[in-house]
Nanobody, 112 residues
Framework: QVQLVQSGGGLVRPGGSLRLSCAAS????????VVWYRQAPGKEREYIAA????????YYAEAVRGRFSISGDDTLSTAFLQMNNLKPDDTAVYYC?????WGQGTQVTVSS
């Protein structure tokens, strides 16, 4: 049974950092990589970042480029989204996805 379990969200002040985790069971991120989406209240879901370890490719949306980065643990069973210099506009529920499997989402709130 494939499952993605997310953790690491929370409340942070503007300019702060958070690292989201996406732990996979039943597969690894080696074959299909990971995609991160977010959805803010009243807004459409936004594709913000992706990485594939088999090709070495990574993509970051303009809104997060230079501030967010994706990494993985040694076994590629856990993917991370490092978020630096957070802004209030980053407030959203964040989701990790691989193949057709979605994490449960984790809330990130950036507020002073």
């Amino acid at each position: 049974q494939v499952q993605l379990v997310q953790s690491g969200g929370g409340l942070v002040r503007p300019g702060g950092s958070l690292r989201l985790s996406c732990a996979a069971s039943g597969l690894t991120f080696n074959d299909h990589g990971v995609v991160w989406y977010r959805q803010a209240p009243g807004k459409e879901r936004e594709y913000i970042a992706a990485r594939r370890w088999d090709t070495g490719n990574a993509y970051y949306a303009e809104a997060v480029r230079g501030r967010f980065s994706i990494s993985g643990d040694d076994t590629l069973s856990t993917a991370f989204l490092q978020m630096n210099n957070l802004k209030p506009d980053d407030t959203a529920v964040y989701y990790c996805v691989t193949e057709d499997f979605w994490g449960q989402g984790t809330q990130v709130t950036v507020s002073s």
